[in-house]
């Protein structure tokens, strides 16, 4: 299966966690905490519509700053969404600069603060010096904090003496094309592969589209082309945990979004043989994250937000997370 998503961790496993996500047929980003982000370019953060923070402890948040100087001309509102608490620090953080000059920009800053049972959601606009607009609350049942036809983001609170997120994002099936089947048929490759799948993920199969094919471009119907050319199958699940002690109860909880994940990013932040200092500052070791990557069964592992006392010794921290989700 060719994944929907590709992603990418920024930082490596030795700094700031932070992952950057992209859908292969599409532009809109996704970025999951945002540090330390100089390992973005600016047209990576120019993509990002959607920013997931999991806490505001600086390593994992400090980046804002450069995301929202990077995208100020920007016509797309930037969302963001973080744990309760979130609202007034993204407005602090607003409030700190000086906006006599945006007054025709059109950039919009929606905060969707994340709490048990509802999520309270603010707009804050360049065009008034971003002053804090009517909060709306809605209530939430589930998990699911974001969803569009391509995918879901879903979020659980955990424990890190704060608030913190962990999040997973999943296509709600996965649509592919059968080997062999565009030449079989006589088709070209070309964007019109990535519209068909959009229709698909959307519903609108009553629809044709223009098709490559060896004889010229020919408008074809799309349920004619699901019958010739596509599979469907289980969707891509890309899950994103850090900054939990390993409780029963954060590990139970993470569970029930991430299970199945096709690739988790989990912190590995000590070795075991720091287990009690683990768990009193809130933080993983590495066989923690391989028996939770275990657990899950997570079918890829990338450990991440390695302790900087390990800098040079990140190969170990790599091994005992990997012997643990192994069963080694």
Not at 75 to 84: C, M
């Amino acid at each position: 299966m060719r994944p929907a998503f590709l992603a990418r961790l920024i930082n490596g496993p030795a700094f700031d966690p932070c992952v950057f996500v992209r859908p292969c047929h599409g532009r809109e980003a996704v970025l999951f905490d945002c540090g330390r982000i100089s390992g973005l370019s600016n047209r990576e953060i120019l993509s990002v519509r959607r920013l997931f923070v999991s806490h505001a402890h600086m390593d994992h948040f400090m980046g804002f700053d450069h995301v929202l100087r990077t995208i100020l001309h920007r016509r797309d509102p930037l969302h963001v969404y973080g744990p309760e608490g979130m609202t007034g620090r993204v407005l602090a953080k607003l409030a700190s600069y000086t906006w006599n000059l945006t007054g025709d920009y059109p950039l919009e800053v929606v905060v969707h603060e994340v709490a048990e049972g509802h999520v309270a959601t603010c707009r804050a606009a360049a065009a008034d010096g971003f002053a804090q607009g009517p909060a709306v609350r809605a209530g939430r049942t589930g998990a699911t904090v974001y969803s569009c036809p391509r995918y879901r983001v879903d979020a659980v609170a955990l424990d890190h003496d704060v608030p913190c997120l962990g999040f997973a994002l999943a296509e709600p099936f996965h649509v592919g094309i059968r080997a062999g089947a565009l030449q079989g048929f006589g088709y070209r490759s070309g964007p019109w592969v990535g519209l068909l799948k959009e229709r698909i993920m959307t519903g609108c199969t009553d629809t044709a589209i223009a098709v490559d094919t060896v004889s010229g471009v020919c408008e074809i119907g799309v349920e004619r082309l699901i019958e010739e050319l596509v599979v469907v199958s289980d969707g891509q699940k890309i899950a994103y945990l850090t900054d939990i002690r390993a409780s029963r109860e954060n590990i139970a909880r993470f569970a029930e979004i991430a299970r199945h994940a096709d690739t988790l990013f989990i912190e590995a932040y000590y070795l075991h043989e720091r287990a009690g200092e683990a768990f009193d500052k809130g933080h993983l070791t590495a066989l923690q994250a391989g028996l939770i990557a275990r657990e899950l069964q997570a079918r890829t592992v990338i450990p991440m937000h390695v302790s900087p006392r390990y800098q040079d010794r990140v190969k170990l921290l790599e091994r005992e997370l990997l012997e643990a989700w192994k069963g080694l």
